[in-house]
């Protein structure tokens, strides 16, 4: 075999790597909710940070995508605080990222 047989040209001819995977499911599952406007709360979050995510985070973020929708919401809407040991860095995260103190364009 050469090695311009060897080498990949384009980097979207390799084949996904398990982390790619992993993440590819929990950005279906987070705009796959069951209600919208969870939907659209964890969707928008892990379309725009997934990627930045190490793998401790990514098992928290799968771990809190396991909940009931009427309890993550209830911690995401500010209506109810999260229990201490779910009242994580990842949890605040989620929340800034939706928390706008200014006016939205």
Do not use: C, Q, Y
């Not at 790597?17 to 909710?33: K, L, N, Q, T």
């Not at 930045?52 to 985070?57: F, I, K, T, Y």
């Not at 990842?90 to 364009?105: E, Q, R, S, V």
């Amino acid at each position: 075999m050469t090695k311009s047989a060897m080498s990949v040209e384009n980097p979207a001819d390799l084949p996904p790597s398990d982390s790619d995977i992993r993440r590819r499911r929990i950005r279906i599952r987070a705009w796959r909710r069951g209600l919208r406007e969870l939907d659209i709360l964890m969707g928008g979050f892990v379309d725009a940070r997934v990627d930045a995510l190490g793998d401790a985070e990514l098992v928290e973020l799968e771990e809190l995508l396991d909940l009931p929708d009427a309890e993550l919401l209830s911690w995401l809407a500010g209506g109810v605080a999260p229990p201490p040991e779910r009242d994580t860095a990842l949890l605040k995260a989620i929340i800034a990222f939706h928390t706008h103190d200014g006016p939205i364009h």
